[in-house]
């Protein structure tokens, strides 16, 4: 993760622009907390119950699989599955 991104969680948890002492010092807490490893800040993803109306709005107006699995998130075999749920007449044989 680069500390780009670290200074965006930063201002968010603090709700402004953090000064430069509290961005120096959030640093050098992270590198001795951390010892140098890479810092990787999970974020969760949706649940399919979350994602189907927002799966099946996309496949809707046309989009593709592959455009829709980039939207929210997913691999393509996952919008897949949820596509042949709400809608078995898409499911693909591989016989």
Not at 19 to 36: K, P, V
Not at 42 to 62: N, V
Request: net charge positive; proline share 3%.
């Amino acid at each position: 993760m680069s500390r780009a991104v670290l200074m965006i969680a930063l201002h968010e948890t603090l709700g402004r622009e953090p000064t430069d002492a509290e961005r120096m010092a959030f640093l050098r807490a992270l590198e001795r907390e951390r010892g140098g490893d890479r810092v990787y800040i999970a974020h969760r993803q949706m649940t399919a119950d979350e994602a189907a109306p927002e799966i099946l709005r996309l496949h809707g107006e046309g989009y593709s699989i592959r455009r829709i699995a980039a939207a929210v998130g997913w691999c393509k075999s996952r919008v897949a599955e949820v596509l042949t749920v709400h809608n078995p007449a898409l499911k693909v044989d591989s016989a």
